[in-house]
């Protein structure tokens, strides 16, 4: 059974634009046919279409069930996007279908790519969520500047992957089960010595995900499933 995303499906149980698009002209679904929603912030919802008007699909749910996220804790992965941006849109997407909580984009000092189409980026979570049967939706943030990110507050522990030679713990030994994290991810050269010590002034941890040289959607794909198979529960 398909999976549909109505985030504000309890206000007036009919289904967005595009979701009853697909329901209607794709599945070519009908008055009385059973679906399951997902509002995006822990439940599920088995319904039934109780009436279509042209482009408009309405909905009455038969049974509300609360889900469990599957992990304990949130993990927030900061990373600067890649030149070719269909490197992170990937990453984006796997790492919604392992389990992530929060992205946002890092603008650095050696970033290739300065401008990145949230909009896009929110529908490839979507639909990630929707084939993974993710409960909560991942949160998405426009792309802010390396600098005043670190000056945010954050929930739990903090971290800074990087390549340059220093004592670093592997990120899989420094994270500890049920505390929220948030790593950073820095561009395809690295971030520079200025940003990994202004990040360690702001309380991040220096952190290795490895002894490989990984690009940097890969590397953040590594932070996110480390920190899942930690606090999976």
Known sequence: MALFYAPDITDSWELPEEEAAHSIRVLRLSVGSEIEITDGKGHFYKAEISSIAGKHCYVQAKETIEQPKGWQGRIHIAIAPTKNIDRIEWMVEKAVEIGLDEI?????????????????????VVSAMKQSLKPYKTL?????????????????????????????????????????????????????????????????????????????????????????????N
């Open 104 to 124: 946002t984009f890092l603008n650095c000092r050696f970033s290739e790519r300065k401008v990145v189409k949230t909009d896009r980026i929110e529908r490839i």
């Open 140 to 232: 998405v943030n426009e792309l802010v500047d390396f600098k005043k990110f670190i000056a945010l507050p954050t929930e739990g522990a903090k971290y800074i992957a990087h390549c340059y030679d220093c004592e670093k713990l592997l990120l899989k030994d420094a994270l500890q089960s049920g505390e929220s994290a948030t790593v950073l991810i820095g561009p395809e050269g690295d971030f520079s010595p200025e940003e990994v010590e202004l990040a360690i002034k702001a309380g991040y941890r220096p952190v290795s995900l490895g002894n490989s040289r990984l690009r940097t959607e890969t590397a953040g794909l590594v932070a996110c499933h480390t920190y899942i198979m930690k606090n999976e």
